[in-house]
Nanobody, 121 residues
């Protein structure tokens, strides 16, 4: 089995910074694209950023220039550096990853349990 565990969430004032992490473990042959999503109360889950295995990144417009997604392939970990945080960034942040469990299988999408990020004064 494969587990994704997020960490680093917390309470931060507006304009502050926070870095959250997502570590994948278990039966992993290779990780493909990894991503961060978020879900605010009463809203649908939305994509925040993705990063491919080669390092190509994509962001939603509302976080461009403020958030940076990165990954450490040796550690099977992805990070989301969040700067200039706004009240509307408050949400539970989830990571996911497309996981190749062997060289003969198709990739499977796995999700983490989420970490709460609260922006408040």
């Amino acid at each position: 089995q494969v587990q994704l565990v997020e960490s680093g969430g917390g309470l931060v004032p507006p304009g502050g910074s926070l870095r959250i992490s997502c570590a994948a473990s278990g039966s992993i042959f290779r990780l493909a694209t990894m991503g961060w999503y978020r879900q605010a109360p009463g809203k649908q889950r939305e994509l925040v950023a993705t990063i491919s295995s080669s390092g190509s990144t994509n962001y939603i417009d509302s976080v461009k220039g403020r958030f940076t997604i990165s990954r450490d392939n040796a550690k099977n970990t992805t990070y989301l550096q969040m700067n200039s945080l706004k009240l509307e960034d408050t949400a539970v942040y989830y990571c996911n990853a497309q996981v190749w469990r062997s060289m003969y299988s198709l990739p499977t999408l796995f999700w983490g349990q989420g970490t709460q990020v609260t922006v408040s004064s």
